[in-house]
């Protein structure tokens, strides 16, 4: 077939599977001379690979980074964490890639790059995102460039770069990079030749010293409780670069745990065998598929995304998300492991963790949507430090931990839960609810006219908040309830007397307008969703 561009090329192969025209697209990927608009979004940068994630755009945006690296800005300076320029060459880069198509060749351009300028280079090789950020940690590392994207579809790339705090870049340090790197875009990067000029490390091991500096993960009574109980771990890795991982935490080497863990989809599969590569309650069915079979007392199941930052968890009775599996955590880590602070989440995720915190007396802080805006809470010398920070798109990270979103802490956390407790996760997130209420969550949203789309429709949406204040009504399927808060730091929350909620605000990428609601009883769900639909509607037609 004769293709005019990666993108025709890329429809083919996802509709056919054919892994033979992957050929096809590493052509157009490596030729494309094609601009296009550098945008990091809540997680870096991503564009098609062969379309807008090429190698000369690559190249571009790593020739900003250097750029910015140079830079004499003090606040960009104390925002990467570095003094200087030379500061940044002695101390080094960390460079890694998940395991995609390309994921390599894409990371060794960016080495070429760096080590042409005579930046030290830490090359991890295939790794996780976690990895990632804990290696720059316990290297001391200037900063990293991870070549990921993270959930995204297999026609995907990205690039995340994280500060030399091992967390996500914010605005202030990923606003200078986009600006430079459109400025860039139309001047000719050359190429650099791919040589050595790196020292290769190994991100595991950092990640484990890290775990045990940290101390918030015991991972000694992890490994005991799957040597000696009576348990079944499964982890379906979805062909990601999770893989391997569970053998060396877990320490599976060191004996017979044939039947205990049962390891799903490691093998290379560029496509990911044609599903979206998400941890989404139907990825989860060969999971769900090997707990039920099983015979063991314990049983905890687990799906991580492709960079090991996303995770979402199951036993044989129950699959649990990530609205739940926080406020579990939170549970947790303050009652059985005694760790102080507040509970952090952001504003559309469930409020079952603010019923716990509420009963156990601790705050509770919302922020927008995004991994990048728990940071304040996660660094060391933070007034309010979070005893778990969780997002309801499946990022969950502890107290003392990484402040990137961390699958790999997740699915730890989740067998110490089960090993401390005695408690399935099932069992254990039933006693929770039995004790502080019952929340059902879930999220939908609508397509508005591309012509309203940004802040035109982000104007039109602030209306809501305008006519629901606090102590107002609002009518759910005849049901006039009171609105006990309102939370505007992320499109508008509207808190019922009752609990329930629902939150409405626009995509920030997408002519898109995103639902969020929960209800305290299953049947009640859809009134609240229909509720949202009419508000939003008449917002949009005001």
Same mark, same amino acid.
């Given at each position: 077939?004769?293709? /005019? ?23 157009? %990927?490596?030729?494309? /001379? ?18 807008? +994630? ?22 960009? /300076? ?12 002695? =101390? ?51 900063? #990293? ?6 959930? &995204? ?8 770069? &994280? ?17 430079? #790197? ?42 005991? +409780? ?16 999770? =893989? ?38 139907? &990825? ?47 549970? *947790? ?40 805006? *728990? ?6 010398? %933070? ?5 778990? %920070? ?9 107290? &003392? ?82 609105? #006990? ?29 995103? +639902? ?27």
């Amino acid at each position: 077939m004769d293709f /005019r561009t990666a993108e025709e090329c890329w429809k083919v192969v996802m509709k056919t599977l054919d892994r033979d025209l992957l050929s096809e697209i590493e052509t157009f %990927a490596r030729e494309s /001379r094609r601009p296009t608009r550098v945008v990091f979004g809540t997680s870096g940068w991503r564009g098609e690979i062969g379309t807008d +994630f090429t190698f000369h755009n690559l190249r571009v945006v790593t020739r900003a980074i250097i750029n910015i690296l140079r830079g004499r800005d003090r606040s960009l /300076r104390e925002a990467l964490g570095v003094n200087d320029y030379e500061d940044v060459r002695k =101390r080094g880069v960390v460079v890694a890639h998940d395991n995609r198509f390309l994921g390599p060749d894409f990371a060794g351009t960016v080495i070429s790059m760096l080590s042409s300028e005579g930046i030290k280079v830490y090359y991890g090789g295939e790794a996780t995102t976690p990895e990632v950020a804990s290696s720059v940690e316990m290297l001391g590392a200037a900063c #990293a460039i991870n070549i990921t994207p993270s959930h &995204n579809p297999p026609n995907y790339q990205g690039l995340k770069f &994280n500060p030399s705090d091992g967390g996500p870049a914010g605005p202030a340090i990923t606003g200078p990079i986009q600006d430079e #790197a459109n400025r860039l875009m139309d001047e000719p990067i050359p190429s650099v030749p791919v040589e050595g000029g790196y020292e290769r490390i190994d991100t595991v091991r950092h990640y484990i010293d890290y775990l045990r500096a940290r101390d918030t993960i015991d991972l000694d009574r992890i490994r005991e +409780f799957i040597r000696k109980e009576d348990c079944l771990v499964v982890i379906d890795h979805v062909h990601g670069a999770s =893989r391997g991982r569970p053998e060396r935490l877990l320490d599976l080497g060191s004996g017979d745990y044939s039947g205990k863990v049962v390891l799903l989809r490691k093998e290379d599969d560029y496509l990911f065998g044609g599903v979206a590569p998400e941890p989404s309650a139907g &990825n989860m069915a060969n999971v769900d598929r090997v707990l039920k079979e099983g015979r063991a007392r314990f049983r905890v199941g687990a799906i991580m995304d492709p960079d090991g930052d996303r995770v979402r968890f199951a036993d044989h009775t129950t699959q649990i998300p990530m609205n739940y599996f926080g406020a579990m955590a939170l549970h *947790f880590l303050y009652t059985y492991k005694g760790i102080k602070g507040v509970a952090v989440k952001s504003v559309g995720t469930s409020n079952l963790v603010n019923g716990i915190a509420k009963k156990l007396g601790l705050p509770v802080r919302e922020t927008m949507v995004g991994f990048k805006n *728990f940071r304040p809470y996660l660094l060391s010398g %933070a007034p309010e430090r979070a005893i778990v %920070a969780f997002e309801e798109s499946d990022g969950i990270t502890g107290y &003392n931990h990484t402040l990137e979103k961390d699958a790999l802490f997740g699915l730890l956390l989740a067998i110490e839960m089960v090993a401390t407790t005695g408690k399935n996760l099932g069992e254990y997130l039933k006693d929770l609810m039995g004790e502080f209420g019952h929340y059902y969550p879930d999220r939908s949203g609508i397509e508005v006219d591309r012509s309203i789309a940004g802040e035109v429709l982000k104007k039109r949406l602030s209306v809501i908040a305008e006519r629901y204040q606090v102590g107002g009504t609002i009518d759910i399927d005849g049901r006039q309830l009171k609105v #006990a808060d309102l939370i505007t730091v992320d499109g508008t929350k509207i808190v019922l007397e009752d609990g329930s909620w629902l939150m409405i605000r626009p995509s920030g990428t997408e002519p898109k307008v995103r +639902f969020y609601i929960e209800a305290r009883r299953p049947e009640e769900k859809a009134a609240i969703f229909d509720t949202a639909m009419r508000l939003t509607k008449e917002a949009v037609e005001s």
